[in-house]
């Protein structure tokens, strides 16, 4: 509605100008108009901004847009996902200036909107688009003469540590090395900040390379601290550094990282995330005497003393579920026991009013996992028990949530290993829970293989049906 008034009033006083009244729109009437369409958010508006904007270039040759005019509609079509547009409205604005319409120049807000639009380009080229918008970061002085900021060398980093490119931790590298570079020689040069360090240690995270890595580009933080060029590292940095060292797989890491996340304790540098990405620590799969396990006693102690919530943070969903998990992948007696106490005190929690920890689909799934590899046990009464937990967590499980093709290949693969083959409850329950799986419109190729090697006939049954 403020847009439609907007451009009635701009339309009178270009009509009024006709006239002969002295009432001329300029580049601030325009620039208010489109202005207001961009906020409005809606498709449309990209069509009338285009519109408004012909009309500038075709009947007022001496009214020159301002950079802040198409900042606002690249910003609209960005919102909107038409990158390609995004471009095009900034390849406008460049043809104007080079034409002679001296005020329309972008400025550093411009061509950080262009680096957004060519790092979000389709990606069947995004090797090729990243690298351009690497280059232009170097050369947007003597390109567009504006100095890159911040946000120019982070937009691109990000770009890079999300690119999943075997190359895009040496980019992410090199780029922090010519920021940091610059910033030494140059006082009024861009400076590292949170948001790039996390970026880079990011990428080194998603690709799992050795956690000297992350070491290294985290010691790089600290010099950079200590020689007064940057700020002190912030907390996400620090969580970014864990989980960099978390993520390498390295099995000598484990000490390294309780050693780090206990000095965050004592310097009270550590929040919900500080505590997740430690029990995440606990949760993988380390090497012991007898093969890999995780740690499940250390996350149920950290997850006990989050509960007390003595100036701590209170678990989430997240913790609850990685503690789960931790269990389920352990080598501990009675671990689906365990696993589902855990499921237990996480719905207590939600009841008691932390909405933060209610339980999702994975939660449910943990426990089902936790019971599907228990049978491996010596005892006969630990499958019995663990059975009984697989079968109570899948009926609890619609009450809060529904179940995904996840949930019935756990239950397929826990019936196989805790029910022997003729147990009077075998077919059964498993006949039934098929029947259940298809209701739920959850059988998947995957869970059909995991029905073939436990019930083929019953597998067959139902491809027969399904051919039909």
Known sequence: KNAEIAENLLQKKMISSSEGEDCVPDSNSFRQVISAWTKTGSRCAIEKTDEILNQILNDFPNIDPDASTFNAIMTLNLRLGRVEDAISVFNKMVAMHESGRIGTQPDIYSVNLLLKAMTRQRQHNQRQNLNEADDLVKTMEDTYHVHPDVQSFNIVIDAWSKSKLPEAVSRAERLLDVMERRCRDDSLAAKPDSYTFTSVLDSIARSEHSFHRAEKVFHRIEKLFQDGIVERPT?????????????????????????????????????????????????????????????????????KKMEEHSGIPYPDGY???????????????????????????????????????????????GVLSASAHTHHTRFPEERLEAFTILVSTFLLLREWTEPNDSTYILFFQACERLLPKGHRLYEQVIETVVYSCVRDGQMSAKVM????????????????IDAK
Do not use: W
């Open 235 to 303: 907390i996400p940095v620090y969580n970014a550094y864990l989980n960099a060292l978390v993520s390498s797989g390295d099995v000598d890491v484990l000490d390294r990282v309780e050693s780090i996340f206990a000095n965050m304790i004592t310097e009270r540098n550590a929040n919900i995330r500080s505590y997740n990405t430690m029990l995440k620590a606990y949760s993988q799969f380390r090497y012991g005497r007898n093969g890999y396990f995780s740690r499940p006693l250390k996350a149920e102690e950290l997850l």
């Open 319 to 365: 913790s609850y579920t990685t503690v789960i998990n931790c269990f389920a992948r352990s080598i501990v007696d009675r671990k689906a026991k365990k696993a589902r106490q855990i499921l237990d005190k996480m719905i207590q929690s939600y009841a008691a009013g932390n909405t933060a920890a209610k339980p999702q689909i994975y939660a449910f799934n």
């Open 449 to 464: 293989h995991a029905l073939h090697n436990i019930a083929p006939d019953l597998a067959q049954q139902f491809e027969k």
